[in-house]
């Protein structure tokens, strides 16, 4: 059963920063983390859950208007962990963020694309 585990969460003051990580476990043998698009999406109270930014078995990454230059996504496949960076932090980018695992496709931000996902971990930025 693949399980991804989000931690990094916490709170902050606008302008700093957080680093989000997500293990994944579970996998099949038969599909290497290598051929799985990741991606960080969030959700706000009230809001729908939106694509942050993901990172493609190409190497190709895309970011959200909203984070680019704030945001940066990462991987480790050897460690089968994802990363976020998010420096210059704003009270809007308040949200739970989760981690999602896409297997054998080339997958952006769309929710729809994804077919596992973590539990999520919370990111509170203060002004």
């Known amino acids: 059963q693949v399980q991804l585990v989000e931690s990094g969460g916490g709170s902050v003051q606008a302008g700093g920063s957080l680093s989000l990580s997500c293990v994944v476990s579970g996998l099949s043998a038969a599909i290497p983390f290598t051929f799985y698009s990741m991606a960080w999406f969030r959700q706000a109270p009230g809001k729908e859950r939106e694509g942050v930014a993901s990172?493609?078995?190409?190497?190709?990454?895309a970011y959200a208007e909203s984070v680019k230059g704030r945001f940066t996504i990462s991987r480790e496949d050897d460690k089968k962990t994802l990363y976020l960076q998010m420096d210059s932090l704003k009270p809007e980018d308040t949200a739970i963020y989760y981690c999602a695992a896409a297997p054998w496709v080339e997958a952006g931000l769309a929710r729809s694309e994804y077919t596992y996902w973590g539990q999520g971990t919370q990111v509170t930025v203060s002004s």
């Open positions: 990172s493609r078995p190409s190497g190709i990454t």
